[in-house]
């Protein structure tokens, strides 16, 4: 249903191009296309170049310079873990994307560090001074930042192309609306589950993107789940592969490692698992530190030594944000299915690359310059193809669910929206290892019944004010991301990538495709051959 557009904002802006998310893939798609002469403006939920997981800690980098051995060693490493659902062309497009953008970061000031042989060693970026240059990157272009400013809805034109999006400033509660000629979302969803950084990674582009049509790709893959202590909410799993992992009483478990995290959740749904990083020879300890400082703050403040001492881990669910479902693009353009709307890197789908599988940093890193870069570029591209016509368009907003402000006569017809129990209730469906690491028949479809009943909830309540609108919408965004991940891991009755089917534990070659799916009320599943943009005869999901 679109609604007319009010007047009632006390900020009203135009622009060519408008950026949706500040992190990586959010702030190289702003700088290309205001480098393409766009007028740009990008929205944060929190302040761009310090909120989002890659600006809270180091990052590897799939970055490998053209070396045809190196690159083909590259490309298929991945091809198996990831179910054999990648493509080899879109992975030559992002290694040399890749190769070229963080070289640009050299050239712009980038302190990277030489190895031992003095040469410049560019596979690994530190958040901090990564996002800190990006965003005074994207201000010397010329670009407008609205730092605090969550966006709840997309504005569509007479057409149903994409023409903006409102929402407001959560300091100082001021509405604001951009008008613009395209849009680029950018930004996953983990569920609030306290991984690092990801506290404003809710799913929200998703919801807004599929309230204007767009189609999601790849959901039955965004299970990602990250080894973190159990008093700590940092995720990075790189020295991992230095630890052994044990009982509590100190004997080993047997064939648990950083690559096998199911035996790890396994043994957690019966008892603790600890670990102690004892297999790092005293020589690397100090520049693992140096590597990657914030991943030893946890322990320094407990009094650990991670080298020498056992500590409780726990797994952490991340979502799309180590996994590789998001928004279907149809082309090299980082289009997605809806005319003026691109999407990048965590809120696009990383199966092009990937496949099924994938984990932090590396790939996922490569994957957020490259499509931020074509992204922003094609933008600005789009923009430009409207010519006069592009100013005299009448817009209006497609957002629905969780948007419903009223006054006490209108919540009288309606049930007051219990936020945080829509919150909690999805959490208790997506979090549990037996329910999403450890899939089976029964329980995806009794989770996704009961968040068919939270869909529902959510569609009948309305917020008591304005400033619960962002919280309402985040919860909104959650449920719907949930409900497109089961409805596609039921469609998907085979084990593959990082989608474990307990009822189907082996991988089926009949299934070496992609599952598209969207909807809201009514969520649907398809299947799309490899490599092509045709889809086949329709798999009813979960309708409400």
């Known amino acids: ?42 929205v944060d939920k929190g302040y761009c170049g310090t909120t989002g997981c890659a600006a809270a800690s180091g990052n590897g980098v799939w970055y490998v310079p053209p070396d045809p051995e190196a690159r083909e060693t590259a490309k298929a490493s991945r091809e198996s873990l990831g179910g054999f659902l990648s493509d080899r062309n879109w992975m030559d497009r992002v290694l ?7 070289n640009q970061l050299a050239e712009w000031g980038y302190p990277f560090p030489t190895d031992d042989e003095g040469k410049p060693y560019r596979r690994s970026l530190q958040g901090p001074e990564y996002m800190r240059l990006m965003r005074r990157q994207i201000q010397r272009a010329g670009v407008k930042i609205l730092d605090n400013s969550p966006a709840l809805e997309l504005l569509v034109d007479d057409d149903g192309a994409v023409a903006g999006a409102t929402g407001v400033n959560r300091q100082t509660g001021e509405k604001w609306v951009v008008r613009s000629q395209s849009t680029i979302i950018a930004g996953g969803c983990a569920f609030l589950s306290k991984a690092l950084g990801c506290n404003v990674l809710t799913g929200d582009g998703y919801l807004m993107a599929a309230e204007a049509g767009a189609e999601m790709s790849g959901m039955e893959f965004s299970n990602a789940y990250g080894i973190s202590p159990a008093f700590s909410s940092v995720t990075k799993t790189l020295f991992y592969n230095w630890a052994t992992f044990t009982y509590e009483d100190g004997t080993v478990i047997p064939g648990a490692s950083s690559h096998r995290r199911s035996v790890i959740a396994q043994t957690l749904l019966q008892q603790p698992v600890y670990a102690i990083i004892d297999k790092a020879a005293e020589s690397m300890r100090a520049s693992m530190r140096l590597a990657q400082p914030n991943f030893f703050l946890p322990f320094d403040r407990a009094g650990i030594d991670p080298f020498t001492q056992r500590f409780p881990v726990t797994l952490r669910l991340e979502g799309t944000v180590r996994g590789t479902g998001g928004i279907r693009i149809v082309d090299e353009s980082c289009a997605s299915s809806v005319r003026g709307l691109y999407a990048a890197g965590d809120a696009a789908t990383r ?28 933008a600005a591209e789009y923009t430009r193809s409207l010519g006069e016509h592009k100013t005299q368009r009448q817009v209006k907003g497609v957002g629905e669910v969780g948007l419903q402000s009223g006054s006490v006569a209108c919540r009288r017809r309606h049930r007051t929206l219990a936020t945080n129990e829509i919150i909690q209730a999805v959490q208790a469906e997506v979090f ?6 450890f899939r089976t028949e029964q ?18 309540s309305q917020v008591t004010s304005e400033k619960e609108l962002p919280r309402a919408r985040e919860a909104a965004a959650m449920v719907a991301t949930a409900r497109w991940m089961y409805s ?23 299934q070496q495709h992609h599952l598209i799916s969207g909807g809201l009320d009514h969520v649907w599943v398809k299947s ?6 045709e889809k086949s005869e329709s798999k009813i999901g979960a309708a409400v």
């Open 1 to 42: 249903m679109l609604k007319t557009l009010t007047t009632d904002f006390e900020l009203d802006l135009q622009a060519d191009v408008l950026v949706i998310g500040g992190g990586p893939a959010g702030t190289w798609a702003a700088w290309s296309a205001a480098s393409s002469g766009a007028r740009v403006i990008l």
């Open 96 to 102: 040399n994307q890749t190769y070229t953008n963080v």
């Open 351 to 378: 199966e092009l690359i990937c496949g099924g599988f994938t984990g932090g940093g590396s790939h996922n890193a490569a994957w957020a310059i490259s499509s931020g870069y074509w992204s922003g570029k094609s």
């Open 432 to 437: 549990p290892y037996e329910k999403n690491y």
């Open 443 to 460: 329980g995806l479809t009794e989770s996704l019944a009961r968040l068919n009943h939270l869909w529902q909830e959510l569609r009948n």
């Open 488 to 510: 596609s891991a039921i469609e998907r009755k085979e084990t593959r990538g990082m989608h474990k089917h307990l009822d189907y534990p082996e991988l089926d070659a009949n």
């Open 528 to 533: 799309q051959p490899l490599n092509s943009t």
